[in-house]
């Protein structure tokens, strides 16, 4: 291995490392190690969260930084400069977290350079009680982001799911591209292939019926608001909304504790509406969520009930499963998501979850990419463990 291949990778261990490594890991070196200017940069945005070794003021980096809005702003925009969207994520966390860095929600001028992502769009609501009235509509703008680049993500292809799994054998001559059949198109025009063209000529195109019935299925969306669900919340409030924006579905969005809130009503105007009403935190009781929603459902064979949580029930855990079994044997289609995640990796009560599985009830962690092929399955009565299966996230759950 050459001498400067060392030099770097050595260069990486210091930054890893924090300064109290400098000088041992200068040892290695004939000329003593020497950051780049970007490496001293991105040593310092590290060193202001995690390098608790004393600077040439006496004290620790990080405590100067969270008391100075110019070292912050700048901080912001360092970390945003040389780092990847995920890692600016987990670093801004751990600075509102570890560090106590509230300037970075409290003062609008300090939350417009933060990055938007699901985590801050968590941390927001959780203390929506305090921040200040100058910085309210700041936040809003923050969740606004956040809940626009889901909905780009997820809307189209939750509607081409729910249309396609609702109308899959009801072909109509009315025109609209997010309703094309591509494999009944596809399938029916291999007859007209173009070999110079290399290119299929269809003949005509196949398109899925507009639904003109609408709620023919009932969607319920059940939510654990708990501090440790905050990512899943964010994408159940957005898909929530989506689901509710569709005619073919009659949606339901329910939120708990301890208590229940039915935010049916804000789910069908401003998803960040809805993630306003939401108070993260507090106990658990999934067992009266579970309760307050069997009044929704009047055609069990045409109802999807997804709930969302990790399963600490703090309720009466024996009536929660008495009640699933009830609702699994009347036909409702039951699915439990751990989690709703970009990890998708949930930590749960392993116990219950054996439980509701044994019911038929699949219980895992999925990610927002994988829930429009979820949702559709679902909707076409695809069995629902070997459904499951297929998406589930990377992570331990019950078989």
């Known amino acids: 291995m050459s001498k400067s ?30 950051l780049t200017s970007d490496q001293q940069l991105m040593d310092e945005a590290l060193a202001a969260i ?24 700048k ?3 360092d970390i945003r400069t040389y780092f990847t969207e ?36 968590g941390t927001l609501m959780s203390l929506s009680g305090q921040i200040p009235e100058r910085t309210k509509e700041t936040a809003r703008m923050v969740v606004r982001a956040v809940v626009d680049k889901i ?21 109509s001559p009315i025109p609209h591209v997010n309703s094309i059949d591509w494999k009944w198109t596809i399938g029916r025009n291999l007859k007209n292939y173009n070999a110079g063209l290399k290119r299929i000529i269809p003949e005509r195109v196949y398109f899925y019926s507009r639904a003109q019935r609408t709620n023919n299925w009932t969607v319920i969306v059940d939510m654990d608001q708990s501090g440790s669900m905050a990512d899943s919340v964010v994408y159940g409030a957005v898909v ?35 993630l306003f009403g939401v108070q ?19 055609e069990p064979g045409e109802t999807l009930f997804i709930l969302l949580t990790d399963l600490y029930e703090g309720g009466n855990q024996a009536q929660l499963v008495r009640r699933m079994q009830e609702m699994v044997a009347s036909g409702v289609r039951v699915l439990c998501l751990l ?31 994988k829930l429009p092929e979820l949702v559709e399955g679902a909707l076409r009565g695809n069995d629902l463990q070997s459904l499951a299966d297929r998406v589930k996230s990377n992570s331990k759950t019950p078989s």
Request: include cysteine; charged fraction near 25%.
């Open 339 to 369: 989690a709703l995640s970009d990890s998708g990796i949930p930590s749960y009560d392993e116990g219950l979850a054996r439980k509701l599985t044994a019911l038929g009830i699949p219980c895992f962690g999925c990610t927002p990419g």
């Open 280 to 298: 993260l935190g507090g106990g658990t009781d999934i067992n009266k969520s579970v309760a307050y929603c069997e009044q929704f459902i009047s």
């Open 151 to 171: 909905k780009m993500t997820l809307e189209q292809k939750i509607r081409q799911a729910v249309i396609g799994a609702l109308n899959r054998n009801e072909h």
């Open 50 to 73: 995690y390098d608790e070794t004393e600077g040439a003021s006496g004290g620790s980096r990080s405590a100067g930084l969270e008391k100075s809005s110019p070292r912050l702003a």
């Open 240 to 274: 929530g909304s989506i689901f509710a924006s569709l005619p073919a579905l009659k949606t339901h969005v329910v939120a708990f504790d301890t208590e229940v809130v039915d935010l049916t009503e804000k789910c069908g105007d401003d998803p960040v509406d809805m």
């Open 5 to 34: 291949i060392n030099v770097d990778q050595l260069g990486r261990w210091r930054m890893i490392l924090g300064k109290h490594s400098q000088d041992q890991l200068s040892s290695y070196c004939n000329d003593g190690l020497q």
């Open 86 to 121: 995920d890692v600016v994520a987990v670093i801004q966390q751990d600075a509102i977290e570890k560090k106590g860095m509230d300037q970075l929600l409290f003062e609008p001028e300090m939350l417009k350079n933060v990055q938007p992502n699901v985590q801050l769009v």
């Open 75 to 77: 901080w912001l925009g």
